[in-house]
């Protein structure tokens, strides 16, 4: 079965870390670019990260809303990719979901801000919560 499936998502406090994970079943992640998405209630869908494939180098990018504060990686033995988030804010609360790009046509820039049609693969996503 081909899926993307999200994790470590929770409740933290202001400042805190979460790591989260995009982990692959069906299909092998190191052939695909991914990108971190999140919304929030009443929000348009923010492209917060995204990784070329590990064929292109693992360019990545940061929104500016997240830049400095988040850092996205692959584990290709694992089939993972993961989103450290650190210095979270009150605004970082959203739901957060992966999804998987094999055209690989575009750069990791630019696939931060395509439509969902563009993906090959979603996640469900997972929710972050950062409240005191």
């Known amino acids: 079965q081909v899926q993307l499936v999200e994790s470590g998502g929770g409740l933290v406090q202001p400042g805190g870390s979460l790591r989260l994970s995009c982990a692959a079943s069906?299909?092998?992640?190191?052939?695909?670019?991914i990108a971190w998405f999140r919304q929030a209630p009443g929000k348009e869908r923010e492209g917060v990260s995204c990784?070329?494939?590990?064929?292109?180098?693992?360019?990545?990018y940061y929104s500016d809303s997240v830049k400095g504060r988040f850092t996205i990686s692959r584990d290709n033995a694992r089939n993972t990719v993961y989103l450290q988030m650190n210095s979270l804010k009150p605004e970082d609360t959203a739901n957060y979901y992966c999804?998987?790009?094999?055209?690989?046509?575009?750069?990791?820039?630019?696939?931060?801000?395509?439509?969902?049609?563009?993906?090959?693969?979603w996640g469900q996503g997972t929710q972050v919560t950062v409240s005191s």
């Open positions: 999804a998987a790009d094999g055209s690989l046509i575009t750069t990791p820039q630019r696939m931060c801000s395509m439509p969902d049609n563009y993906f090959d693969y």
């Open positions: 069906g299909f092998t992640l190191d052939y695909y670019a």
């Open positions: 990784i070329s494939s590990s064929s292109s180098d693992d360019s990545t």
